[in-house]
């Protein structure tokens, strides 16, 4: 009896309660109940939550993971693909494992949403602080091109649409150098036009062909309180803290695949060199907020 009281002491908050069988001891913390008769020492463990995202928690505090082991992956996610093409399981390269998941888009694509785009995206976020690591590698084949692309981004949920408005945290690519596109404003329904404030952070160049490997850790907020930290192959490339969003009443979403918007219109595509753009995904992790660089790193 001594050991299971130290047991929840140390873990919990103590509380009795009645019951037709006599009083239980019980401990209340954030995942679980525990509940354990006086005299007969059962111990019964029921869930007091589900976690925001439907996932279940691997106890690294991890709400999604996706490796394109498996076709049930995918059913995580919403789709944002013009063809079948747009998105496969490919075993041509992986990060770990067999598979990786290929997206491809072309000049002459349908366009969905409006723009030019192969995307896999989550629902919007229900709590304002979230971990993400991804792995992507585009192969040797990569064209250099001046027209930019979106690789990884957070996007709005804007409560009125006024105008174009570009994701509040998002990963680039143009001029073969990945870089950081942030933007805020303290106002709903901001445009391109309207934002209060935008940061670019360059991080460094393309290296076409070997995996590079993200981690973004974000609190978003449009007050002094946001956080932006990114790590590069592990290392730190980004540390940032302010306002790095839009004041909506509901948080963004994360996305990954390729948005390449300047392919929507004739001109964008005459200053593009190349005619497709392929980049294959793996190793993608969704952690809470008391997640680490660890638990949704590449592994």
Not at 95 to 116: A, C, H, L, N, Q
Not at 173 to 198: C, D, H, L, P
Request: net charge positive; hydrophobic share 40%.
């Amino acid at each position: 009896m001594e050991q299971c009281l130290i047991f929840l002491i140390l873990f919990g908050t103590i509380f009795n309660t009645p019951t037709e069988d006599g009083f239980y001891f019980g401990l209340k913390c954030n995942l679980i109940y525990v509940i354990i008769p006086y005299c007969k020492m059962k111990i019964l463990l029921c869930y007091s939550f589900l976690l925001v995202t439907a996932f279940k928690s691997n106890g690294q505090n991890l709400l999604l993971e996706t490796t394109f082991e498996n076709v049930q992956d995918i059913k995580k996610w919403k789709t944002e693909l013009p063809y079948s093409k747009s998105f496969s399981l490919s075993d041509s390269f992986a990060r770990k494992g067999t598979y990786s998941g290929r997206f491809e888009i072309g000049k002459e694509d349908t366009m969905i949403f409006k723009g030019v785009r192969a995307e896999l995206a989550l629902s919007s976020e229900t709590e304002n602080e979230r971990w993400y690591g991804a792995s992507i590698l585009f192969p040797e084949s990569f064209i250099v091109d001046s027209v930019p692309e979106v690789v990884l981004q957070w996007h709005s949920v804007p409560d009125v649409y006024n105008g174009p408005i570009s994701p509040p945290v998002a990963l680039w690519i143009q001029n073969n150098r990945y870089k950081v596109v942030m933007q805020w404003a303290s106002f709903s329904g901001a445009t391109n036009k309207t934002v209060e404030g935008r940061k670019e952070f360059d991080l460094g160049e393309v290296n076409a062909g070997a995996w590079t490997d993200w981690v973004f850790h974000i609190k978003y907020s449009w007050q002094n309180d946001g956080v932006l930290e990114v790590w590069k192959n592990k290392t730190k490339v980004i540390s940032y803290f302010g306002p790095n969003s839009y004041n909506d009443k509901k948080l963004p979403y994360f996305k990954m695949g390729i948005y390449k918007w300047e392919w929507n219109n004739s001109r964008g595509k005459l200053r593009s060199p190349g005619a497709t753009r392929v980049a294959y995904y793996d190793e993608i992790r969704v952690g809470n907020k008391a997640a680490t660089l660890a638990s949704v790193s590449p592994k």
